[in-house]
């Protein structure tokens, strides 16, 4: 028997019946569901208007209604952490949203340091005030596509010293809840050590994996070994660790030499088992570049092939736990 769809489904383009997910026929009414995933609202329009003239005024149908579906974006969490302050999470976490951004992904970034957050002035947004609608924050644009939010914005930098526990942990979840749109990554950067911030951001917002920060001494390492096992409690999956600061590359000469040493980190990961993600030099270049606001992930330096190469590995390692 035929089904009496058929012929408005022979009506339809290669391209719509691709979209098409349901397709029936009662007292003159034809119902469509299309798929409408990845589409922006001007396609959304366009594919309703395609569909509806195609079906219109065909035998039996007197009206048609158009339902469109979408997947929801699955958004992933990547908090960026060290075990002590000074050693560069924030530079790693701002470039390396901006790398992965590059790398074609939809990124946004937190800025959870309480008590030092920079992410407004690395990412040339200083003094910029997020607006709010329907009580949830929007995040704040820039020239690099990577919408930010951060603790810097709800809190005057004097009073940081302040806030106590549950007023900072409801502080990251307005940050984190906010209005972030189609988003597929959000980066996270966290204060450093093992606080209250840390902890709402493991038992409310489980990220999907941590990425922690060193530079090559052995102090920091002992510390960022005490961030992994916050981690660990915590049940996020490390995707591993960054050298921050290693090798120094003379702006005069071009001569490397290594002032905190070489190689630490990748010896701890490697015997914490945890994978070594890369190697960004201590180079003035980064410095200044990130004081001026413009990231150096965003220029063509070999700055920005640095934080290329830790956005590909941690890319990859997004892609390859596409569920949780
Ligand atoms: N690879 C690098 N080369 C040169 N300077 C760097 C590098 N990484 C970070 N810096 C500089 O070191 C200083 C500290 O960096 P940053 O603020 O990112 O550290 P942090 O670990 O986030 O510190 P805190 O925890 O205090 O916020 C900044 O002036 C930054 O520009």
């Keep these: 028997m035929t089904d009496p769809t058929d012929a408005l489904r022979a009506a339809l383009s290669p391209a719509i019946l691709a979209r098409l997910q349901s397709l029936r026929v009662t007292d003159g009414t034809a119902i469509a569901v299309l798929d409408a995933s990845g589409m922006d609202a001007a396609a959304r329009t366009a594919l309703e208007d395609e569909v509806k003239a195609a ?16 997947d929801k974006v699955r958004r992933r969490i990547i908090a960026v952490g060290s075990g002590k302050g000074g050693v560069g999470k924030s530079t790693v976490a701002a470039n390396l949203a901006v ?13 959870a340091d309480i008590y030092g957050p920079s992410q407004p002035r690395l990412l040339g947004s200083e003094g910029v005030k997020p607006q709010a609608h329907d009580s949830k924050m929007i995040p704040v644009q820039n020239r690099w596509g990577v919408p930010m939010l951060s603790m810097g914005q709800l809190i005057e930098a004097d ?22 749109g189609a988003i597929d990554t959000l980066v996270v950067d966290l204060p450093p050590g093992t606080g209250d911030v840390q902890l709402t951001m493991l038992q409310k917002h489980k990220p999907d994996g941590a990425v922690i920060v060193s530079t090559p ?7 960022a070994r005490r961030a992994m096992q916050l981690f660990e409690v915590g049940q996020v ?15 005069h000469c071009n001569e490397v030499s290594d002032p905190f040493g070489l190689g630490g980190t990748e010896a701890a990961a ?17 410095r200044e570049a990130s004081d001026a606001g413009t990231p150096p992930a965003a220029g063509d330096g070999p700055q920005a092939r640095a934080f290329a190469d830790l956005a590909v590995r941690i890319g990859a390692w997004l892609d390859g736990r596409q569920e949780r």
């Design 55 to 70: 079906l219109s005024g065909r035998p039996d149908v007197r009206e048609v209604r158009i339902a469109l579906t979408a």
């Design 99 to 111: 790398a992965l951004a590059r790398a074609g992904r939809k990124v946004g970034l937190v800025d």
């Design 159 to 180: 009073k940081a010293i302040a806030w106590r526990g549950p007023m900072a942990a409801g502080a990251l979840s307005q940050l984190v809840d906010a209005n972030w």
């Design 217 to 223: 001494q052995d102090l920091a390492l002992i510390d």
């Design 237 to 251: 999956p490390i995707v591993g660790m960054v050298e921050n600061m290693a090798g120094y590359v003379c702006p």
């Design 270 to 286: 490697a015997d914490l088992g945890v994978p070594f993600l890369g190697r960004i030099p201590l180079d003035i270049a980064i």
